[in-house]
């Protein structure tokens, strides 16, 4: 069966009062850079409060769908067969042979729920469903008619032209990206931190990203499998502008200037102090990290507490309260868990303390910092300024 549109399904953003076309404008944006590389001339539309894509004469149906399930906003993909409006007989004979082609044995309960977006058109919607219901009845003896409790509804919109649609894909739901600001993503090769990012942006967020790599601790695999995970989380999110930090000088420096086992939690409140300096140079309203309570010691409340510190944006942990298991299950959904799985060294691990402090201390932390002070804005400086960008699409 060939279908020539899909109606696009919206709920949440659908009550934003009068920033409603704000919401539908983001959402149709994004729906024409999920459908980019689906082969085909697609056009989105919008039209009298509804979404279309128009699909050209020959396309990858299971390709477009996935395409339009990555897109958030979208609750329901329902895909419509259209018709020229021949008049009233002709549109009979189309829904009847329309429900053949997809139900040839229908003996369920249905009901026609008819649309006349086009005012002018002279039937008024109920007649058209009374008529059309009992052409279907004709048709397929062994169904009967339930408007309250259906197991089919066959919608027909009176447009221009005749749509006709009886079932709806699930979307991602979410709201489309763009809508609600932007923020920067500190993306690490792990479990977490990709599906962070695409909890935040399911929430309207458009994300840029920081990666710090120590080469040569850190191999060029280890980069591109950052890379690799951006790309994924960019199928959902849109382009990411991905900065990538070399940190091995700071990390060298607290290495030798530092207690050992509070070098994680100084190191990661260096992390947050870069990733924040190209926050607010991006325009970002805040940062994303994937750490979830008790996880690992730099992940305790007091631990948390001090990389928070250095922060004056906000910090958004999306995964705070998951367990393990649950980010997993997240990212075998989105796809990235058999990327972020492949064994390649972190710069967080290659440093890492056999007894790392698990309640840090403030003061303490204070003070081991400033013996940093003598070197520390210079190598700053030179992580800021060496900084690669990777656009990724
Ligand atoms: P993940 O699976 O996301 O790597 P994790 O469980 O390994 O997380 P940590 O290594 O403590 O936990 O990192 C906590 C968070 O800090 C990560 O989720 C990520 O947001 C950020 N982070 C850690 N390492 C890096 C890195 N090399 N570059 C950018 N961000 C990082
Ligand atoms: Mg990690």
Same mark, same amino acid.
């Given at each position: 069966?060939?279908?020539?549109?899909?109606?696009?399904? $919206?709920?949440?953003?659908?009550?934003?009062?009068?920033?409603?076309?704000?919401?539908?404008?983001?959402?149709?944006?994004?729906?024409?850079?999920?459908?980019?590389?689906?082969?085909?001339?697609?056009?989105?539309?919008?039209?009298?409060?509804?979404?279309?894509?128009?699909?050209?004469?020959?396309?990858?149906?299971?390709?477009? !769908?996935?395409?339009?399930?990555?897109?958030?906003?979208?609750?329901?993909?329902?895909?419509?067969?259209?018709?020229?409006?021949?008049?009233?007989?002709?549109?009979?004979?189309? !829904?009847?042979?329309?429900?053949?082609?997809?139900?040839?044995?229908?003996?369920?309960?249905?009901?026609?729920?008819?649309?006349?977006?086009?005012?002018?058109?002279?039937?008024?919607?109920?007649?058209?469903?009374?008529?059309?219901?009992?052409?279907?009845?004709?048709?397929?003896?062994?169904?009967?008619?339930?408007?309250?409790?259906?197991?089919?509804?066959?919608?027909?919109?009176?447009?221009?032209?005749?749509?006709?649609?009886?079932?709806?894909?699930?979307?991602? #739901?979410?709201?489309?990206?763009?809508?609600? #600001?932007?923020?920067?993503?500190?993306?690490?090769?792990?479990?977490?931190?990709?599906?962070?990012?695409?909890?935040?942006?399911?929430?309207?967020?458009?994300?840029?990203?920081?990666?710090?790599?120590?080469?040569?601790?850190?191999?060029?695999?280890?980069?591109?499998?950052?890379?690799?995970?951006?790309?994924?989380?960019?199928? $959902?999110? #849109?382009?990411?502008?991905? @900065?990538?930090?070399?940190?091995?000088?700071?990390?060298?420096?607290?290495?030798?200037?530092?207690? @050992?086992?509070?070098?994680?939690?100084?190191?990661?409140?260096?992390?947050?102090?870069?990733?924040?300096?190209?926050?607010?140079?991006?325009?970002?309203?805040?940062?994303?990290?994937?750490?979830?309570?008790?996880?690992?010691?730099?992940?305790?409340?007091?631990?948390?507490?001090?990389?928070?510190?250095?922060?004056?944006?906000?910090?958004?942990?999306?995964?705070?309260?998951?367990?393990?298991?649950?980010?997993?299950?997240?990212?075998?959904?989105?796809?990235?868990?058999?990327?972020?799985?492949?064994?390649?060294?972190?710069?967080?691990?290659?440093?890492?303390?056999?007894?790392?402090?698990?309640?840090?201390?403030?003061?303490?932390? @204070?003070?081991?910092?400033?013996?940093?002070?003598?070197?520390?804005?210079?190598?700053?400086?030179?992580?800021?300024?060496?900084?690669?960008?990777?656009?990724?699409?």
């Amino acid at each position: 069966m060939i279908f020539h549109a899909f109606l696009i399904k $919206y709920a949440e953003i659908a009550i934003k009062g009068k920033n409603r076309y704000l919401f539908e404008d983001a959402l149709v944006k994004q729906m024409r850079l999920a459908l980019e590389p689906v082969e085909g001339d697609f056009r989105v539309i919008k039209e009298q409060g509804r979404v279309y894509v128009l699909c050209p004469e020959e396309y990858d149906f299971d390709e477009a !769908v996935e395409a339009l399930q990555r897109v958030f906003g979208i609750v329901g993909i329902s895909p419509v067969v259209i018709y020229e409006d021949q008049g009233f007989e002709q549109m009979g004979k189309d !829904v009847v042979s329309c429900m053949k082609a997809r139900y040839p044995e229908f003996s369920g309960t249905f009901k026609v729920y008819t649309r006349r977006a086009r005012k002018s058109y002279p039937i008024n919607s109920m007649e058209v469903s009374a008529s059309l219901g009992r052409l279907i009845l004709d048709a397929f003896p062994e169904a009967s008619v339930d408007v309250h409790n259906p197991q089919l509804t066959l919608s027909v919109e009176i447009r221009e032209k005749i749509y006709v649609y009886s079932e709806t894909i699930p979307g991602p #739901g979410g709201m489309p990206v763009g809508t609600n #600001g932007k923020a920067m993503l500190l993306l690490s090769g792990g479990i977490d931190s990709p599906v962070a990012g695409y909890m935040i942006a399911k929430r309207g967020v458009k994300i840029d990203a920081v990666y710090f790599h120590a080469p040569p601790y850190t191999s060029e695999r280890a980069k591109q499998k950052v890379v690799d995970l951006a790309k994924l989380v960019a199928r $959902y999110s #849109g382009p990411i502008r991905l @900065h990538v930090v070399n940190f091995t000088d700071i990390q060298l420096y607290i290495y030798d200037q530092c207690p @050992h086992e509070e070098l994680t939690i100084i190191m990661r409140r260096y992390m947050m102090r870069i990733a924040e300096h190209f926050a607010k140079k991006c325009g970002c309203l805040g940062l994303i990290t994937g750490e979830s309570i008790g996880q690992v010691a730099s992940q305790t409340l007091q631990s948390l507490a001090a990389t928070n510190e250095v922060c004056t944006l906000p910090v958004y942990r999306p995964v705070i309260g998951f367990d393990k298991q649950e980010i997993v299950e997240i990212s075998r959904k989105i796809d990235t868990f058999e990327t972020s799985i492949q064994p390649f060294e972190d710069c967080c691990t290659i440093f890492v303390a056999k007894h790392p402090v698990t309640k840090p201390n403030l003061n303490v932390i @204070h003070r081991s910092e400033t013996k940093l002070e003598e070197k520390i804005d210079q190598l700053m400086e030179e992580a800021l300024s060496t900084v690669e960008v990777i656009e990724i699409n």
